[in-house]
C-alpha cells in the first residue's frame, strides 16, 4: 500500500471506511427482528458478519454464471442458451462431489477451530484436498471424452447438442479446481473468516465475467469462451486460496486465521473416514438437485426450446435470489460447529434457532425486489425484448420468488444438522422433494397421459392413465415442491434435538478412530 500514489492510497482509505451495503441491509433486518424479540441481538451482529460475505460470495458467482448465460443468450441466441443449460447439470456435479468434501470439511475444521486442535485442523485440511482431488479427476476426464453423449442423453435439438458439447468438453477441465475453490472457503468460514474466503471467491466470479467477455466477444469463441472463463477463473481462486492457506497471508488480500503445513500427512485414515460419513449424505444432497436436473431438462424439451431457454433464464435468476440461503446455511454450520466443539450444544441450538429465523425474513425480502423487477431482469438474458421465452420466464420467476422464502426454513434448518454430522435427513428430504414430488408435478404439465407399460413375465399391460392439462402449472407447482418438503422434514429434525447427540461422535476430544 506504501508504494501506490498517495492520491489512490486516499481514495482506497476513503472507500474502505465506506458502509457496507450488503451488511447494513441484512442488520437492519435482523436488529428488526430483535426489536420484535424474535431473535437475540447478539447473535445478529456475529451471524450477519459470517453471513455477509458469503451472500455476497453467492451474488457474485450466481451473476457471474447469469451474466455467462445472458452474454451467451446475446452473442449466439436462444440455441446456445439451451446448450448451456442442458451442460449446466453436468457442471453442477463439480459442486456435488466437491461441496460434499465441504459439508465434512466444515464440520470438522470449525469444531477444531473452535477448541484451539490446530494439529487435528490441518490433517482435515489436508485429508479434504486428496479426497477432493480423487474424487473429481476421473468426473474431468468423462466430460472431455464423451461430452456430446452426454448432451444428447437430454435433448433431440441437433444445434443445442452442437453447443451443449462444446461447452461441457472445455468446462470439464475446471471441475477439480471447482471443488478445490469450495473446500478452501469453507476451511476459512470453519475458522470465523467468511470475510477472506468472499475476497478470494468474489474476485475470482469477477475475473470469470471479464475474461469470459473477451473471450466471447472479443476472440468470438462462443459458448467456449465462457467455458474458458469459468476455467480460469476456478484456476485463480484455487491459487488464492493455496497461497493464502500455505503461508498464513495472501497479496491484495491479507492474512488468513490459519496456516496450514502443506507437507504434513494427506492419507490420515480416521480423517477421511470422517470426512466421508458427514460429506457423502451433504454430496448426495447437492447430488439430489443436480440430478434431477438431467430429467427435468428432457421433460422441458417436450415444451420446446423456448421453455428450456426460459426455465435457464429463471434457474439463474433462482441461484441469485437463493444466495442468503448460502450465507446462513454456512453461518449456522460454523457457529452451531463452534458451540458444539466447547461443549455448549444448549448455546448451539439458541444459535440454529435464531438463524432459522433471520434467514426467513431475509429471503423474502429478497424474493420481493425479485418480484417487482422480474421483466426487466428476465429481457436482460434475450436477444431482443419480443424473444418468446421472456412470458414464461417471467412466470417461472413468479413462482421461484414464493418457493425460495420456504428455502430459508430448509438451509437454515440443515446447517446446525450440517454442523452436528447428522446429514442423512437433510439429503432424505432433498431427494423426497425432489424426485418424488418436483419431477412428477413437471412430467404431468408436459404429457396428457402416462405410456402403457407392457410386463412381458405376466404377459399385461399398464394401460396409459390421462392426465389432468396443466402445462407450464406443472412446473410452477414444481418449483413449490422443491422447496416446501425439505423445508418440512429439515424444521421437524431440528426441532427433535437429536443431532445434538449425533455431533459427539465428530467432536474434537473424540479421535478420529472411535
Keep these: 500500500m506504501s508504494r501506490l500514489p498517495k492520491s489512490l492510497r486516499a481514495l482506497l482509505s476513503y472507500v474502505a471506511r465506506l458502509p457496507n451495503p450488503f451488511r447494513l441491509l441484512i442488520l437492519y433486518i435482523g436488529f428488526a427482528l430483535a426489536k420484535v424479540g424474535l431473535i437475540d441481538r447478539h447473535r445478529v451482529v456475529r451471524t450477519t458478519d459470517l453471513a455477509w460475505p458469503r451472500i455476497v460470495t453467492g451474488i457474485a458467482r450466481m451473476s457471474k454464471n447469469a451474466v455467462d448465460v445472458a452474454m451467451v443468450g446475446v452473442a449466439v441466441g436462444t440455441s446456445a442458451v439451451a446448450g448451456v443449460g442442458f451442460a449446466g447439470p453436468y457442471w453442477g456435479l463439480a459442486f456435488a462431489f466437491g461441496g460434499g468434501v465441504a459439508g465434512g470439511t466444515i464440520a470438522l475444521v470449525s469444531q477444531r477451530f473452535s477448541a484451539e486442535a490446530f494439529g487435528e485442523l490441518g490433517d482435515a485440511v489436508r485429508s479434504s484436498v486428496l479426497l477432493a482431488v480423487a474424487i473429481t479427476l476421473p468426473v474431468s476426464a468423462a466430460f472431455w471424452l464423451f461430452a456430446p453423449a452426454f448432451i444428447d442423453a437430454l435433448s433431440s435439438n441437433e444445434a443445442a447438442i452442437a453447443y451443449g458439447a462444446d461447452y461441457l468438453r472445455v468446462v470439464g477441465l475446471g471441475v477439480p479446481f471447482a471443488a478445490l475453490n469450495l473446500v478452501g472457503s469453507r476451511i476459512?468460514?470453519?475458522?470465523?473468516?467468511?470475510?477472506?474466503?468472499?475476497?478470494?471467491?468474489?474476485g475470482g466470479a469477477v475475473a470469470n465475467i471479464v475474461l469470459s467477455a473477451l473471450f466471447i466477444f472479443g476472440f468470438g469463441w462462443g459458448v467456449e469462451g465462457a467455458a474458458v472463463g469459468t476455467v480460469l477463473s476456478n484456476v485463480l481462486a484455487v491459487a488464492g486460496f493455496t497461497v493464502g492457506l500455505v503461508r498464513g497471508s495472501a497479496p491484495l488480500i491479507g492474512e488468513f486465521p490459519v496456516a496450514i503445513d502443506p507437507t504434513g500427512s494427506y492419507l490420515n485414515p480416521g480423517m477421511l473416514r470422517d470426512l466421508v460419513e458427514i460429506g457423502v449424505p451433504v454430496g448426495a444432497r447437492n447430488l439430489v438437485w443436480t440430478a434431477a436436473e438431467f430429467p427435468m431438462l428432457a421433460i422441458l424439451d417436450v415444451f420446446g426450446e423456448n421453455t428450456v431457454a426460459a426455465f435457464v433464464i429463471a434457474r439463474r435468476i433462482w441461484g441469485i435470489m437463493n444466495t442468503p440461503g448460502w450465507g446462513f446455511g454456512l453461518a449456522s454450520s460454523s457457529l452451531v460447529g463452534q458451540e458444539l466443539g466447547v461443549e455448549r450444544p444448549d448455546e448451539a441450538e439458541a444459535y440454529a434457532r435464531d438463524i432459522i429465523r433471520f434467514s426467513v425474513a431475509t429471503y423474502a425480502v429478497s424474493a420481493v425486489l425479485i418480484a417487482v423487477f422480474a421483466t426487466d431482469i428476465v429481457s436482460l438474458f434475450a436477444e431482443s425484448p419480443d424473444s418468446p421465452e421472456i412470458p414464461i420466464a417471467v412466470n417461472l420467476v413468479y413462482a421461484?420468488?414464493?418457493?425460495?422464502?420456504?428455502?430459508?426454513?430448509?438451509?437454515?434448518?440443515?446447517?446446525?444438522l450440517d454442523a452436528a454430522g447428522d446429514t442423512k435427513i437433510p439429503f432424505a428430504s432433498q431427494f423426497l422433494g425432489m424426485f418424488c414430488v418436483s419431477i412428477p408435478l413437471a412430467y404431468v404439465g408436459a404429457h396428457d397421459a402416462t405410456p402403457a407399460i407392457d410386463l412381458p413375465l405376466v404377459g399385461l399391460t399398464i394401460p396409459e392413465v390421462a392426465l389432468p392439462a396443466i402445462g407450464l402449472w406443472g412446473l410452477y407447482f414444481a418449483f413449490m415442491a422443491e422447496t416446501t418438503i425439505p423445508a418440512a422434514i429439515n424444521y421437524l429434525r431440528f426441532r427433535s434435538g437429536k443431532w445434538k447427540a449425533i455431533s459427539e461422535a465428530y467432536r474434537p476430544e473424540t479421535t478420529a478412530d472411535d
Excluded: E, H, K
Aim: include cysteine; charge should be negative; proline fraction near 3%.
Design 188 to 202: 476459512l468460514v470453519g475458522c470465523d473468516d467468511a470475510y477472506t474466503a468472499m475476497q478470494v471467491r468474489a
Design 400 to 416: 421461484a420468488c414464493a418457493a425460495v422464502i420456504f428455502q430459508g426454513i430448509s438451509g437454515g434448518a440443515a446447517g446446525p
